[in-house]
């Protein structure tokens, strides 16, 4: 049984014919369904092109580290940072990374730069070490931090004598999705700030 659209016209007889008579056609031509299928599929088209189009995520800047007065920027080509004042930033190519350290500043520091950097504090060889997240240049690091026995000491930084360990690894950040391991060695725990400090200080080479 088809649906009457005359009710709403009741008082207008001509008007409540004529309307009836239209929309019958109408339905009965089946352009109705037409109409609302072409509706239904140009909604879900406009729906997929808005979807598709919108503005990829804005990655989040990097947050602004206010070093000491003195501190000096220091560059190395994959990467740069700021250390203390006298800092001096010495490096070398080997095959297939860069490898280098920091003279001249209160602390001891090492870094190397390639596919297989990485830090020479582990679980094996220190269980009882701390690891934490340090977001440096917008991206995630791993920090890490122990202490060193006087062996180790001499062994990775030879002449420091400085036994409190701080490491920074980013993972396959910097230029050529090569990773950056970063080390310090320091007197006390009282430098983890400055070291710290150094390390979000950190912006890789785009």
């Given at each position: 049984?088809?649906?009457?659209?005359?009710?709403p016209f009741?008082?207008?007889?001509?008007?409540a014919a004529?309307?009836?008579m239209?929309?019958?056609?109408?339905?009965?031509?089946g352009?109705?369904?037409?109409?609302?299928?072409t509706?239904?599929?140009a909604?879900g088209?406009?729906?997929?092109?808005?979807?598709g189009?919108?503005?990829?995520?804005?990655?989040?800047?990097?947050?602004?580290?206010?070093t000491?007065?003195?501190?000096?920027?220091?560059?190395?080509?994959?990467f740069?940072?700021?250390?203390?004042?006298g800092?001096q930033l010495?490096q070398?190519?080997?095959?297939?990374?860069?490898?280098g350290?920091?003279?001249?500043?209160?602390y001891?520091v090492r870094?190397?730069a390639?596919?297989?950097a990485?830090?020479m504090?582990?679980?094996?060889?220190?269980?009882?070490y701390?690891?934490?997240?340090?977001v440096?240049d917008?991206?995630?690091?791993?920090?890490r931090q122990?202490?060193?026995s006087?062996?180790?000491?001499?062994?990775?930084?030879p002449?420091?004598?400085a036994?409190?360990?701080f490491?920074?690894?980013?993972?396959?950040?910097?230029?050529?999705g090569?990773?950056?391991?970063?080390?310090?060695?320091?007197?006390d725990?009282?430098?983890?700030?400055n070291v710290?400090m150094?390390?979000?200080?950190?912006?890789?080479?785009?």
């Amino acid at each position: 049984m088809q649906r009457r659209f005359s009710e709403p016209f009741a008082d207008f007889p001509v008007a409540a014919a004529t309307w009836e008579m239209t929309m019958n056609r109408f339905l009965a031509s089946g352009k109705f369904l037409a109409l609302l299928l072409t509706l239904v599929i140009a909604g879900g088209i406009g729906y997929w092109a808005w979807s598709g189009m919108k503005a990829p995520p804005v990655a989040v800047p990097s947050a602004i580290v206010t070093t000491p007065p003195g501190w000096v920027k220091l560059d190395g080509g994959s990467f740069t940072l700021y250390a203390p004042p006298g800092s001096q930033l010495r490096q070398a190519r080997g095959a297939g990374f860069t490898y280098g350290d920091i003279i001249g500043s209160p602390y001891c520091v090492r870094f190397q730069a390639g596919p297989h950097a990485g830090l020479m504090m582990t679980k094996k060889s220190h269980p009882d070490y701390s690891e934490s997240t340090l977001v440096v240049d917008g991206h995630p690091g791993t920090l890490r931090q122990g202490v060193l026995s006087a062996n180790e000491q001499q062994f990775w930084f030879p002449g420091c004598g400085a036994p409190v360990y701080f490491g920074l690894f980013l993972a396959s950040r910097a230029p050529g999705g090569e990773s950056l391991a970063i080390e310090v060695t320091a007197a006390d725990e009282d430098a983890r700030d400055n070291v710290l400090m150094m390390f979000q200080s950190i912006r890789l080479a785009k």
